[in-house]
């Protein structure tokens, strides 16, 4: 997973097409803003959404984690997705 801010989100070597689907279905509806444009190539898929959802604030943020640093940055989606430990 790489994210390319500020509204690139990019995933590589997925196991199952089926991934892509239940992703679009859970980040899809959290950007209100939309997608300029989405690629899936094999086992890959790339997205780029309308706007900075990488640099927003408040609830128009997605969560995501760094694999390549220890950096964990929480989003907050409770009033749209729920809570989740």
């Given at each position: 997973?790489?994210?390319?801010?500020?509204?690139?989100?990019?995933?590589?070597?997925l196991?199952?097409?089926?991934?892509?689907?239940?992703?679009?279905?859970?980040?899809?509806?959290?950007?209100?803003?939309?997608?300029?444009h989405?690629?899936?190539?094999?086992?890959?898929?790339?997205?780029?959404?309308?706007?900075?959802?990488?640099?927003?604030?408040?609830?128009?943020?997605?969560?995501?984690?760094?694999?390549?640093?220890?950096?964990?940055?929480?989003?907050?989606?409770?009033?749209?997705?729920?809570?989740?430990?």
């Open positions: 997973m790489s994210i390319n801010p500020p509204n690139g989100l990019e995933l590589t070597n196991a199952r097409k089926a991934t892509v689907d239940e992703l679009r279905k859970q980040m899809f509806p959290v950007w209100p803003s939309g997608v300029t989405q690629h899936c190539s094999g086992h890959d898929w790339h997205v780029r959404f309308t706007g900075r959802p990488w640099d927003s604030k408040g609830h128009s943020l997605i969560l995501f984690v760094s694999s390549n640093t220890s950096m964990c940055n929480y989003i907050d989606l409770t009033s749209r997705i729920g809570h989740r430990e």
